[in-house]
């Protein structure tokens, strides 16, 4: 039979050791340990009591698609994916300062047109609120404010007389009375969230919930809190710059990835409806180490700039600074331009920027930083009106990528005259007129247009 486990409680501080010892480690006290058998409990887990039997369909039905209310503000529907659907919970991160009261504040001066739209802040109190909607020209909107971080309270109020729409700022300002834990805490936010997303979904009304973000960019509070809720938005950009991308990195009721371009200025946050025009420079002549890269951000393409400055070095080991794409990938792009297509460059000072403050993540983009950084190194400028998009392989082959249609009929629009693209399949289809495209096969092919090969 095995021996049965005991403790060591202090008489003291009551802390519980698995060994005697002559000093409790934490109160300090000396030969205050005894020892005492374990309180033998039930594990918490279902009584014997059954519960009801639940019920299993197929997959095959008629569903409709959930109503959907819009803000009015084109950007943020297409994030949203159409409009808010009733009776979910969005959550919007973003750094501080970056914009996220103030689209909010626009939203639901609009959405106030069509509903009763209830905002609620736990950061400011409704005079400071009373000032944002001045200056953003909302004063004469018919939003409801209050300060308030009691969920309690707001759920009572909330439940009493249902609002079309309810903005929570933030939810780590907010705390349930009966946890002991101050508000921003584990505990705290997962039970706060619950309680709101539970009433939102009961009562069918839309609940806006504002994140903070930590030093890493992920929102502040336990990782459960992203799964609770339907869709994840985040607000990015430099608050230098006037440009913010409002990001969507979850939707269950529509697209990933998808982006809203926004513009700040003093009467707030404006849209952004032809953002490739935006992020490309307006040069009255073309000058070396810049490329255009066709990209898709979500369903949308859009047309970027990718400049990139080779610089000879006299340290012994070269600088390398990027701003807005991969770091490690262009050490790889630079080892296979020197590796497979001849050219000697990992001995320079190498610094890229994708313009406008975006930050690229798909592979396509590879074929426009190598052109970017051949235009540098070689002081040779890149075609004018040639746009890039292709991956490149670590043997120098380029690869195709998704969207192909989309990113060159997008050029077409903007008046772009030549595409240099990797090889396709198929033929081009209509939409893309007047647009001379160069198809590569290989990376040393792209080496030739600058007359760098060997």
């Not at 503000?73 to 994030?79: K, Q, S």
């Not at 921003?184 to 039970?191: E, F, K, L, N, P």
């Not at 707030?268 to 025009?277: F, M, R």
């Amino acid at each position: 039979m095995a021996k049965a486990k005991t403790q060591f409680i202090c008489q003291e501080c009551n802390a519980v050791h698995n060994k005697w010892n002559g000093k409790c480690d934490t109160c300090g006290a000396w030969n205050t340990l005894v020892e005492q058998a374990p309180v033998e409990a039930t594990p918490k887990g279902l009584s014997a009591s059954k519960g009801r039997k639940i019920q299993f369909v197929g997959l095959e039905g008629e569903e409709k698609s959930p109503p959907r209310r819009l803000t009015n503000i084109g950007e943020l529907d297409r994030v949203l994916g159409g409009g808010l659907v009733a009776g979910s919970a969005i959550l919007v991160g973003g750094d501080p300062g970056i914009g996220k009261s103030t689209i909010l504040m626009q939203a639901a001066a609009r959405l106030s047109e069509g509903g009763r739209v209830a905002y609620i802040s736990g950061e400011e109190s409704v005079e400071q609120l009373r000032l944002r909607a001045s200056r953003l020209g909302l004063d004469k909107s018919g939003v409801q404010l209050a300060a308030a971080s009691n969920v309690r309270d707001i759920i009572t109020t909330l439940e009493a007389d249902p609002p079309a729409v309810a903005i929570i700022d933030s939810i780590q300002t907010m705390f349930v009375d009966n946890i002991e834990s101050a508000p921003g805490s584990v505990s705290q936010v997962r039970t706060s969230a619950q309680e709101l997303i539970k009433l939102s979904k009961r009562r069918g009304f839309p609940v806006i919930l504002v994140g903070h973000v930590t030093k890493d960019g992920q929102i502040a509070g336990p990782r459960v809190l992203e799964h609770m809720v339907d869709t994840v938005l985040y607000f990015e950009g430099d608050r230098s710059h006037q440009f913010r991308i409002l990001r969507a990195v979850k939707n269950r009721f529509g697209a990933t990835d998808e982006i809203g371009v926004f513009e700040m200025s003093d009467c707030g946050l404006s849209e952004v409806t032809n953002p490739s025009a935006l992020f490309l420079s307006d040069r009255e002549q073309e000058v070396s180490g810049s490329a255009v890269f066709a990209g898709m951000e979500g369903t949308r393409p859009m047309l970027l700039e990718v400049e990139a400055l080779v610089s000879p070095s006299t340290l012994a080991t070269p600088r390398r600074a990027v701003v807005g794409w991969d770091s490690s990938r262009l050490a790889m792009i630079m080892a296979v331009i020197e590796t497979r297509c001849g050219v000697a460059i990992g001995t320079n000072d190498v610094y890229l920027n994708v313009a406008g403050g975006m930050r690229v993540n798909e592979p396509a983009c590879d074929l426009a930083v190598a052109a970017a950084l051949l235009s540098s190194l070689s002081g040779i400028s890149v075609p004018e009106g040639s746009m890039f998009y292709g991956e490149v392989g670590l043997s120098g082959e380029i690869r195709a990528v998704s969207h192909a249609e989309g990113r060159l009929k997008e050029a077409a629009k903007l008046g772009f005259k030549r595409a240099i693209i990797p090889k396709r399949r198929g033929k081009a289809k209509s939409g893309t007129e007047g647009l001379n495209i160069n198809e590569l096969g290989h990376l040393a092919e792209l080496a030739l247009m600058f007359d760098t090969e060997g």
